[in-house]
């Protein structure tokens, strides 16, 4: 099983449309979880941490389902420049026993007008 | 400058080629790492160093050799690579306290392309 795993789309929803990605995760004792964006051919870019007890930022909320392992991106009335890739990112384990970020492969965007 | 900077931003090498890349963070961040971004898969950790000591090496091959002179600036020294090693290469730092975990600021990258 990947560490970190995400539906690697695309999907493509028109503009105004609610869209949602999720993401399971292998490593239980993870602790941090992020989600980032990346623009075709740029580097990636911190979009919101996820918080145990869900957080929103303006039309994007993330949630953490401990229990299940999964977290969850929702973006409500996308916009066109909501096209991207968006990267799930997990604290995991290395081979040395020490933690460092682990990244998805990436859910495509695709937003039309 | 702010942030984290990367050069070149484009690199063509040659596979008997010696090259390096630079990047500098201006964050006051502790940590600085290498990540590899190869088509269509996810972005592999590299290279981590903390405090300026490399902490972890994740089984890259020693064509490829980390510089960390200082907390603010890394370096990836690079010879007689592999055309699969043409990859978007990045640069990013982070303020790290105990086991990790604090998000990841990144640079633009260095696309590579070995010939």
């Known amino acids: 099983r990947k560490e970190v795993e995400q539906d690697p789309g695309p999907f493509n929803v028109p503009e105004g449309a609610t869209v949602a990605f999720n993401c399971t995760y292998s490593n239980s004792a993870s602790q941090s979880f992020f989600w980032y964006r990346q623009d075709c051919r740029k580097e990636p870019k911190l979009l919101m941490s996820?918080?145990?007890s869900g957080n929103e930022d303006g039309r994007f909320t993330a949630q953490l389902n401990r229990a299940s392992q999964y977290i969850s991106l929702l973006i409500r009335d996308s916009k066109l420049s909501d096209s991207a890739t968006y990267l799930c990112?997990?604290?995991?384990?290395?081979?040395?026993?020490?933690?460092?970020?682990?990244f998805g492969s990436g859910t495509r965007l695709q937003v039309q007008p | 400058e702010t942030g984290v900077t990367q050069t070149p931003r484009h690199l063509v090498m040659g596979m008997t080629n010696k090259k390096s890349l630079k990047c500098e963070q201006h964050?006051?961040?502790?940590?600085m790492y290498w990540y590899k971004q190869s088509a269509k898969k996810p972005l592999e950790l590299m290279f981590v160093?903390?405090?300026?000591?490399?902490?972890e090496n994740n089984s890259v091959p020693s064509r490829f050799s980390p510089e960390c002179p200082n907390s603010s600036h890394l370096f990836l020294h690079l010879h007689t690579l592999q055309p699969e090693d043409s990859a978007l290469y990045l640069c990013?730092?982070?303020?790290?306290?105990?086991?990790?975990?604090?998000?990841?600021?990144f640079g633009n990258g260095t696309r590579l392309t070995v010939t």
């Open positions: 990013a730092s982070s303020q790290v306290g105990g086991q990790g975990g604090s998000p990841l600021h």
């Open positions: 996820v918080y145990s």
């Open positions: 160093y903390n405090f300026k000591e490399q902490t």
């Open positions: 990112v997990v604290n995991g384990n290395l081979d040395t026993g020490r933690r460092a970020l682990t």
């Open positions: 964050l006051g961040h502790n940590a």
